[in-house]
Structures are given as structure tokens and as C-alpha cells.
């Protein structure tokens, strides 16, 4: 897709005058008459065997209009479903756990609803809460991975007889042979720690039933709203088409509010038709750091396999990932993290293996990037480390590795998370690296900055680091596009959007093809009586796979408008131009009619219609890729580390992605921004820190940091388009690349600025604190 | 959470002895304690208000059991405290040496905190729990140099 008249332009946000006035609608600006409001009690307790919970006294609490416990469900109760069941790998092992609505016989984390009370308000609902005795036989708990699979630990769900979750191998080549053959091999151990999405918006839900129209309408902070509307249909017996879910605008996804179903939404559709009053609860901070999803421990045992001119011979690696208490996300994390080890590298032979384990601690699913950092980080450290011991510059020995841009489609030989080979689409992976490489001023900053700091005492260092992201998987999204009488063009379509831009970029692939100014077609998006077929936001796929279908469906409508105007100004439809809002004969613009008009005419009130006409300037489409597609980048980052305090200052931050054909440089620079922001956050500022026995020591913002603004600086960027051939519009995904490779990128930075120190950087997050004591350790060491 | 250390009683040893296990000073002695009753020999059951940090009253219900009594020497408590805000429970043990007219007291105690205390708390829960055991013990110092000065040794 070339650049167009709209196509590839920064049009400004349409959707930003809602939000910067306030006129937006979040879920907690829902207000009805009559409404309450719920409270959850959650377990203090992160293991424990659950004897009895007596709410009798908050029922009798005035303003409490019920309290509901796993028991006063009934039939209701039931675990949750197997969101992404295991791809088929021989070999595969896995034990499905799925979180349930209410505990019932156990407790398995800290934070693990125990009892939903609704009141007139959250006040009294809150105050409600503490009318409940609970009755707890606490038992060990287990939170450290590697003590979770001795024998003899304590079980997180006994009916497996371990905590194992899953064991997956996957390889190719011959790993041992190419360990035999090499000049060097590198090995360590890795460890990538737990974070907190933290989006600005915590999760909420709003559900009212109306009886005589016998409609149950949900808003919720979902980034799926069409597979929450079937699921709620089937688990209430109603018909989907009575189940309306809208996800309206929502303040920050990434990734945990594409679980489903979280037990407030299991239960609060429920309550409000058995109560006959519309009920809505809003989670709190503290709760968010509980009850939403996270990510993302893992422990690695990598080795890399070299020669002597830096050429990987292969890679192994072993690793542990933490799922918490239950996997309902199924294998999405880890084998993502299987794959993306690989990279932008030729690495002809690989042998990886990992084992999920049960812990504990709060449910793991994706969070922005959903286990591409561990992969990128394993890769590029061992690299760091190879290119040191050997003595070869670190961008050289990456150049030496990269697939070169003749050798698409690429094979890597094993299964991606969407079930399909893992097959890279297209790239051009030198083109970036020399451009990042170009941009930061690598080869002046290692002769001349770097040395002419040093001797001024200042430590600075510069990292280079590459990655792939894929993205853009299936199954399919489709989209409505319709042409009003007035002109305007509404587009429908399924995805929910959480702050991506959509109501622009989605705008702007119609507009193209209609020739309409684009601030005339309103996008709906999230909202399941516009459109109700659909899987949701996820995998950086809404502008590949929604993209296209927008894009297909503009297309279908601008053939109607071709044919119809051919067909009423009596010419050729080769002849009809559409631009300008309206179709007109080239070369004769006054034989034209507006596209309201073509709209009105294509509707008639009486006379007869060709058979077999549809009425309207109205198509739906939909697009379903075969496979997900290969973004890439690289990123590049200058800091200087103040070796006594640890503190550490980022100087320049460079990002080139290629995320194939951009649809607006703008709305894609604002999302690898944001990634590079939570990849800043999740390298140096934030880690959820658990005690042994599972509680979560740092829940709150004022001991668990996020990066500021202070802290996070303007990236540098630069757009490759490599086309992806897999879509029309040659479109990649971009919304998780800020965030993957920056773990990464940090510790090869801090770590050359520190050079010479002794310290290697084998662990993220980095806090100030660990890096002052990885420093005070080295010093130890050299002393 | 472990909290460990010795502090000096000036009395003897018979006397602080009493004075540990005795409800109506631990009611008074004890930061936020509101109450504290015997209920049975080995048992004590009371309320304590607590603040720590953004929480600021934070009331526990505090179950404490003796055990392995050996009169003046040595007890052992288990300590169950719940509340709104999380709970605290443990095991603590207490020994008793004379020391001249003084009694040294040595503490141990192995405390596991959960629920919000932990979470938003745990930054100041080791500072706070020490400042309340220095504040309990020098009360109960106090108390004993008035019980001294009503029956001298």
C-alpha cells in the first residue's frame, strides 16, 4: 500500500478532542438510576484451605442488599475457560487450572475473591465487608519456582500431584553437535522478574438488566467485548443477541484486560438480573494489584554455542516460568518466549525447554510484550557476553547473525503461539541495525564520547540491541463500513480500544478508499450491537487484522458506489472517480452525484430494483490472516550510571522499527513511546516483590515505582517498511515493540557504562537499589 | 519478621515474671492495646489499634496462648492477630535471667504479616514494630518501678 492521500499521513487523533475535554465515556461514568454498588473481600491469605465464611452479619448491615459467597452461587459456579488451550507439540505436557468466580474449598493467592457483597454504595459495601468471619486453615505457600517442584512441596492444586503446569521442548538441528564444534560456548543463568501493568484505568464493570426488554446490557473494561458477550450468554442461558457488552473508551489495556473472565465479570451480570437493579463495581488500586493479571518471572539456563568469528552455532536453553495460581491463558507466555529467543538471528540449531510451575501468587497472562522480553534479553546478553569474550564489537557480531534480506519467507523450524510455523514474513534486519547504529552515533560515541568521559570521571555507556516481534495473528476481525444519507461514513468493527488510535487509523483506511475527507467517517469500535463478530485486542493485531478488514470492507463499498454512480450517470464504471465526497465521469465533474445522494438513491422508498440488489452503501468484510507476521527493530539507548549512587540517567534513546507499511507515523511513534516508557519502568523501576509466604510486600505506588516523565526520555525514531505479504495493506503490528527489547538494551548500557567494574547484569528489573548492590558486590569481589 | 533482643527489668525476676503475664498491665503498657482479658489461664484475648504508615487505624483482634510455662523462667506465646487490615501471627518466646537486682528479659519472636499491613505497610512495619515494643517495654518498666516502690524487694 503506497502512501495516499490519507494513507501513511500523521492525521491528527480524531478521537482526542473526547478525551482531552472530558466528553469521553469510561466505564466509571456510568451512572443509572438505582444503581449499587459491589465490594469484593479478598483473601489475606495467599495458600490456604477455606473452612467456612459466615456474611450472616454483613446481611443484616443496613444498606446491604446481598452478600454472595461460592456456595450462594449454586450451579453458577464454575472455573473459568482454557482461554488458549496447548498447540500441538509432541510431547507436550499440561495440567489446566482455571480460576473460578469465588473461592470455595481454597484459597490459592493473596487478593483471590472470596465474597461479593452489594450495597446502596461502595461505602457500605466496603463497610460490609468486614462483617465476614472467615474461617482459614492456612498452608505453606509456594512462590519460589524452583522450590514448587521438589517434592514434598506444598500443592497449589492438589489433584495434579505437582506443580508442574507444562513442559514443552521444541528444537531443532543438533544443539550438542554445535556445542561440540564451537570455539566458544556462554552460558548463565538469567532471571526476568514479576511486574504490574499498571494501566492508568483499573478494571471496572457496569451490568444492568432490563426485564421487559429482556436485555442485559455489561460495560467492561474488556479488550474483548464480543467473547465476553458469548461467554455471559451462555453461562446466563440468554441469547446472545440479548447480551449487549460495551468496552468504551478504556484508559490503558496491555495486555491483562484481555482475560477473561475475570470473576467480577462472571458475577456481576449475574447479580443484577437476580436483583433486578443495575450494580457496579470499579477496582481500586490496591485490588488491581491482586485481581488483574500480570507477568512475568522467569529463570533461565542459556548457553550459546559460537565460533570463533562470532557466528552462532546454536542456542539451549532451559527455563522456568511462573504462572501463578492458575493458567487459564494457557502456553502463550512461554512459547512466546521460546520463539522470540530466536530473533532476527540465523541460529541453525536450538534446543528449548521449559516448564511452567503454579505458585502461589496472582494469575500470569500476557502483559505488553507477554514473555518476548525473557527471549530477546537470553539472546542478547549471551551475545553481549560472546562479542566480550571474543572481541568482537557488539553491533559486529550482530550484523554477522543477522538473516539477510534475500531469505524471506524464513524458517525457523519451530511452532509459533498462534499454532502456525514459525515463519518470518519479511524484514530487512541490516537495514535497521545500520540505521539505529547511524542514528546514536555508535562508532563516535565508543572512539571519542565514551573515552573523553571516562577520563572526566563520568561513566556513560551505549547500548545496541535488535528484536522481533510477532504479531498480527488470527483468527480474523471483521468490519462494517456504511455510507449515510448525510454523507458521513460510519465503520463498525469488533476490536475494543484502549488509547491505540483506532477511531483515526481505521478512519483513514476507509477514507482512502471512499475520498472522503476522514474527519467524515465515525469508527465505532467495542461496542457488540454495531458489531458482534470477533475476538478482541490482543498481539498487536488490531491494525493488521482489523486494518484489513476495514480496508476490505471500504473496498466492497466502493465498488457499490462505482456501480451505482456508473449505473445513474449512464457511463462506464472504468469512467466513475470517487474522491471529493462525492462520484463523479473523469473528466466531466459536473455529471457527478454526492455520496449522501448515491446513499439515498441506493435506499429507495417505492418503485422497483434490480433482483438481486442489496440496499444501501453498506459492506461487511472481514480478514483472517494464515499466519502472524514479523515486526522488527532495534533499539539503541545512551546512559550515563553515577557508580556511587547508582543513579541512572538515560542521555538519548533511539528506536528504528519496521512494523511493514505505516498507516499513521504519528499514532505508531505514540505507541513505541509508550512501550519504550513501560519497558523503562519494567528494566529499572518496577517489580512486584512477594515474601515466602506469598504476600505481596509492595502493593501501592508508593513503594512499587513507575517510571515519570522525568524519567522516561523523547525516543528518536526512525520507520522502516518492509511490507508484510500476508495482508493487503502490507501492515505489521507496533503496540507491544517499545516495550520488548529495553530489558535488554538497559543492561547492555548500564553494564558498559560500568565497565571495568566487574559487574554483569543477568537480571531484570534493575532497581536502583540491585544495581547499587551488583556494583557494592563487584567492588567486593575486586578488592 | 523476626524480632529478637534482650531488655533489663531493674527487679527481680519473680516479679517481672508476674508482671508479663499480667492482663490489666499488658492493657496498659501495650501500644494501642484497648483491652486485654485472661480468659482462661493460658489464654488472652484482646483488641489493638495499630498505624502504620497510610493505614492509620488499623484494630486487630489479638488471640495469645501460653505455652511450655516454667514459672520465672521461660513461656512461649502463640500470637493470632486479624483485623480489617490484614493479620499478624506467630510464635514469640520469652526467657528470664536474673542479673544481680535486674532481670534480663530475651525475646524472640518469628512474626508472618499478610493482607494490606504487608502490601502498603512494609516499609514501616520494622521500624513501627520496634518503636511499639520500645515503647511496651519501657511502660512496663515504669509499671514495674511503681509496683517496686508499693512492694519493695
Not at chain 1, 507444562?166 to 538441528?173: D, E, F, R
Not at chain 1, 455471559?232 to 468496552?247: C, D, F, K, P, W
Not at chain 1, 464504471?573 to 473528466?587: D, F, I, M, T
Request: charged share 20%.
Amino acid at each position: 500500500m503506497k502512501p495516499g492521500r490519507y494513507m501513511g499521513q500523521s492525521v491528527p487523533r480524531l478521537e482526542d478532542a473526547k478525551l482531552l475535554t472530558g466528553r469521553a465515556l469510561f466505564v466509571d461514568d456510568v451512572q443509572l438510576p438505582g444503581m449499587l454498588h459491589a465490594a469484593f473481600l479478598r483473601s489475606d491469605d495467599a495458600h490456604g484451605i477455606l473452612r467456612s465464611i459466615d456474611a450472616s452479619a454483613a446481611r443484616e448491615r443496613a444498606g446491604v442488599v446481598a452478600v454472595y459467597t461460592a456456595q450462594d452461587l449454586g450451579d453458577y459456579w464454575r472455573p473459568g475457560p482454557l482461554l488458549v488451550p496447548p498447540p500441538p507439540i509432541t510431547g507436550l505436557v499440561f495440567n489446566a487450572a482455571t480460576q473460578v468466580p469465588l473461592a470455595r474449598d481454597k484459597v490459592r493467592h493473596g487478593g483471590e475473591a472470596l465474597a461479593m457483597v452489594v450495597a446502596e454504595s461502595r461505602y457500605i459495601a466496603e463497610d460490609a465487608l468486614e462483617d465476614i468471619v472467615v474461617e482459614l486453615e492456612p498452608l505453606a505457600a509456594v512462590t519460589d519456582l524452583e522450590a514448587a517442584l521438589r517434592p514434598g512441596a506444598s500443592l497449589v492444586h492438589e489433584q495434579f500431584g505437582t506443580n508442574l503446569a507444562a513442559h514443552v521442548h521444541q528444537s531443532k538441528g543438533d544443539y550438542a553437535g554445535a556445542r561440540a564444534a564451537a570455539a566458544l560456548v556462554v552460558a548463565r543463568r538469567f532471571r526476568y522478574d514479576r511486574g504490574a501493568s499498571a494501566a492508568i484505568e483499573n478494571r471496572g464493570i457496569v451490568a444492568e438488566w432490563d426485564a421487559r426488554a429482556e436485555q442485559l446490557t455489561v460495560w467492561d473494561t474488556t479488550q474483548a467485548p464480543i467473547p465476553i458477550r458469548n461467554g455471559l450468554a451462555a453461562m446466563l442461558g440468554l441469547g446472545e443477541s440479548q447480551v449487549r457488552v460495551i468496552a468504551p473508551f478504556i484508559g490503558g489495556g496491555f495486555g491483562p484486560k484481555i482475560m477473561m473472565f475475570y470473576p467480577e465479570e462472571v458475577l456481576l451480570p449475574w447479580a443484577a438480573m437476580r436483583l433486578g437493579r443495575p450494580l457496579k463495581w470499579i477496582e481500586d488500586r490496591r485490588e488491581n494489584f491482586y485481581a488483574t493479571t500480570q507477568e512475568r518471572l522467569q529463570i533461565h539456563d542459556a548457553e550459546l554455542a559460537v565460533a570463533q568469528d562470532g557466528r552462532i552455532l546454536g542456542v539451549k536453553d532451559t527455563f522456568l516460568h511462573d504462572t501463578g495460581a492458575y493458567d487459564p491463558y494457557g502456553l502463550t507466555v512461554p512459547i512466546n518466549s521460546q520463539c522470540t529467543l530466536l530473533g532476527p538471528y540465523v541460529v541453525p540449531n536450538y534446543d528449548s525447554e521449559f516448564t511452567a510451575v503454579f505458585t502461589n501468587t496472582p494469575i500470569v497472562t500476557p502483559v505488553r510484550g507477554a514473555g518476548r522480553q525473557h527471549g530477546v534479553f537470553v539472546m542478547e546478553r549471551l551475545l553481549d557476553f560472546a562479542a566480550r569474550e571474543l572481541g568482537i564489537d557488539r553491533v559486529e557480531i550482530r550484523r554477522r547473525n543477522l538473516i539477510p534480506p534475500d531469505a524471506f519467507p524464513y524458517d525457523h523450524e519451530i511452532l509459533f503461539q498462534d499454532f502456525r510455523p514459525l515463519v518470518y514474513d519479511s524484514g530487512n534486519y541490516p537495514a535497521a541495525l545500520h540505521k539505529a547504529v547511524e542514528m546514536i552515533g555508535y562508532e563516535a560515541f565508543i572512539r571519542s564520547e565514551q573515552p573523553r568521559l571516562r577520563r572526566a570521571g563520568r561513566r556513560a555507556g551505549i547500548g545496541v540491541v535488535s528484536y522481533i516481534e510477532g504479531t498480527g495473528i488470527g483468527p480474523y476481525e471483521g468490519a462494517r463500513v456504511t455510507v449515510e444519507p448525510s454523507g458521513l461514513v460510519r465503520v463498525a468493527t469488533g476490536v475494543g480500544t484502549q488509547g491505540q488510535g483506532h477511531f483515526t487509523t481505521f478512519a483513514q483506511l476507509v477514507a482512502e478508499q471512499l475520498g472522503v475527507e476522514v474527519d467524515r467517517v465515525r469508527v465505532v469500535t467495542g461496542d457488540t450491537r454495531e458489531f458482534h463478530w470477533g475476538t478482541g485486542t490482543f498481539a498487536s493485531r488490531g491494525a493488521v487484522v482489523a486494518g484489513n478488514a476495514c480496508h476490505a470492507a471500504a473496498l466492497k463499498v466502493r465498488d457499490k458506489i462505482i456501480a451505482l454512480a456508473a449505473r445513474l450517470l449512464e457511463a462506464e464504471p472504468g469512467q466513475v472517480v470517487v474522491e471529493g465526497g462525492s462520484a463523479c465521469v473523469r473528466g466531466a465533474p459536473d455529471r457527478s452525484f454526492t455520496l449522501g445522494e448515491l446513499a439515498r438513491r441506493a435506499n429507495p422508498l417505492r418503485g422497483a430494483v434490480t433482483p438481486g440488489t442489496e440496499p444501501g452503501l453498506e459492506a461487511t468484510a472481514y480478514f483472517g490472516p494464515d499466519r502472524g507476521n514479523a515486526a522488527s527493530g532495534v533499539h539503541a539507548m545512551i546512559v550515563e550510571v553515577d557508580p556511587d549512587t547508582a543513579a541512572v540517567e538515560i542521555k538519548r534513546y533511539v528506536v528504528v522499527h519496521d512494523c511493514g507499511v505505516v498507516i499513521n507515523p504519528v499514532v505508531v511513534e505514540a505507541q513505541v513511546q509508550g512501550g519504550v516508557a513501560h519497558g523503562i519502568g519494567n528494566a529499572f523501576y518496577e517489580q512486584l516483590i512477594f515474601d515466602d509466604n506469598g504476600q505481596l510486600m509492595n502493593a501501592s505506588f508508593m513503594d512499587y515505582l513507575l517510571p515519570t516523565a522525568l524519567d522516561v526520555p523523547t525516543v528518536e525514531m526512525a520507520h522502516l517498511e518492509t511490507p508484510s505479504p500476508l495482508n493487503p495493506l502490507g501492515t505489521k503490528g507496533v503496540g507491544e515493540a517499545g516495550a520488548i527489547p529495553t530489558g535488554a538494551l538497559f543492561a547492555q548500557a548500564v553494564e558498559d557504562a560500568l565497565s571495568g567494574t566487574g559487574v554483569e547484569i543477568t537480571e531484570i528489573p534493575l532497581s536502583p537499589n540491585r544495581l547499587f548492590e551488583l556494583i557494592t558486590q563487584a567492588k567486593g569481589a575486586a578488592a | 519478621m523476626i524480632v529478637e533482643g534482650t531488655y533489663t527489668f531493674p527487679g527481680p525476676r519473680e516479679v517481672v515474671f508476674r508482671l508479663l503475664l499480667d492482663p490489666d498491665v499488658l492493657a496498659k503498657t501495650m501500644p494501642g492495646a484497648t483491652s486485654i482479658a485472661r480468659v482462661n489461664e493460658d489464654r488472652y484475648e484482646g483488641k489493638m489499634g495499630v498505624g502504620i504508615g497510610p493505614i492509620t487505624a488499623a484494630e486487630f483482634d489479638v488471640v495469645i496462648t501460653m505455652t511450655e510455662k516454667v514459672v520465672p523462667e521461660s513461656y512461649q506465646m502463640q500470637i493470632d492477630g486479624r483485623g480489617r487490615f490484614g493479620f499478624t501471627r506467630g510464635k514469640a518466646s520469652v526467657r528470664l535471667t536474673a542479673d544481680g537486682e535486674s532481670t534480663v528479659m530475651h525475646y524472640e519472636a518469628d512474626m508472618m504479616v499478610g493482607g494490606k499491613i504487608a502490601a502498603v505497610g512494609q516499609r514501616l512495619l520494622d521500624s513501627v514494630s520496634r518503636m511499639m515494643l520500645k515503647q511496651g517495654l519501657e511502660a512496663m518498666s515504669a509499671e514495674l518501678d511503681r509496683r517496686l516502690g508499693k512492694e519493695p524487694a
